[in-house]
């Protein structure tokens, strides 16, 4: 595995790190191939039942590695090619797509400023637990983008339509108690305590019914497109499958019991 990106399994506990701290974590081709291939290697593992997503260093993600793109372009426009953007289908879009396809949750530890498809990772986990000297920042159009890494998905879902637009055309730092307000941050705590509360936070959900996480995560994204009759069918189908799991019964016995249950995660 790249050492750009950090892996480590432990207790059904899956960390990605990613560790670029003198670059602040921008995105190069060999963070990005390595974050795409880790993110699928936990979604396929049976023994990970969350996920944590942190960096190393004072920031997250400020997003593309721009010495990189600036070079991309350069050759782009030395050999009459257009090949730079393509970083979008072949990095971003599986990366986002893996992060909300995961079968699990996925907890983001936001330790500092996550800016651009840093931001984009962090919105498209499913719980972001933030330092308090961290930001959000769209950044796409102080660079004449558009944006990608699923923004224009996540952020009006978080903040709605209104908001996310202001955000994308006037992009601008979003400190952490502002993003709280917002609902892009679910928890905010001193940045001493980042790596220990997303830890404790991401423990947690790996103890829990991890495949009643998993449905939880599909009928939100399906209710997300479709009517209240079609969510209505798609709870049904999914609470069946929940009802059937080990997991539950292992809650209702204990229940019953009057104990607390240990989930095995099926």
């Known amino acids: 595995m790249a ?5 480590e399994v432990s207790d059904g506990l899956a960390t990605i790190t990613l560790n670029r701290p003198d670059a602040m974590n921008a995105l190069n081709t060999e963070a990005k191939a390595a974050l795409r291939d880790t993110l699928l290697q936990a979604a396929a593992d049976p023994a990970v039942r969350a996920v944590l997503l ?17 070079a991309s372009l350069a050759a782009d426009h030395e050999n009459g090619t257009r090949t730079t953007m393509d970083t979008v289908r072949d990095h971003y879009n599986p990366i986002v797509t893996a992060i909300t396809q995961m079968p699990k949750p996925v907890v983001a530890g936001v330790n ?10 962090a919105f498209a986990a499913d719980y972001r637990v933030v330092a308090d000297t961290a930001a959000f920042n769209t950044s796409f159009a102080g660079v004449a983008l558009t944006a990608d890494s699923g923004v ?10 209104g908001r996310a637009t202001d955000l994308l055309l006037f992009p601008r730092n979003v400190e952490a108690q502002e993003a709280y307000e917002l609902g892009l941050a679910d928890k905010v705590v001193p940045a001493a ?20 996480y998993a449905a939880i995560k599909e009928s939100l994204d399906y209710a997300a497109g479709h009517s209240l009759a079609q ?21 209702v016995a204990a229940f019953l019991n009057k104990e607390k249950p240990r989930y095995v995660g099926r």
């Open 152 to 161: 224009s998905w996540t952020l009006p879902r978080l903040v709605g339509r």
């Open 231 to 251: 969510a209505l069918v798609k709870e049904e189908e999914l609470q069946a499958r929940a009802g059937a799991s080990e997991d539950h019964d292992i809650a």
């Open 3 to 7: 050492d750009t990106v950090l892996y």
């Open 193 to 212: 305590e980042l790596a220990a509360e997303a830890a404790a936070v991401a423990r947690r959900l790996a103890s829990g019914p991890t495949a009643a």
């Open 112 to 121: 500092g400023v996550a800016a651009g498809a840093g931001a984009g990772f």
């Open 54 to 70: 942190t960096a190393t260093g004072r920031a997250f993600c400020v997003g593309q590695d721009l010495k990189e793109h600036v």
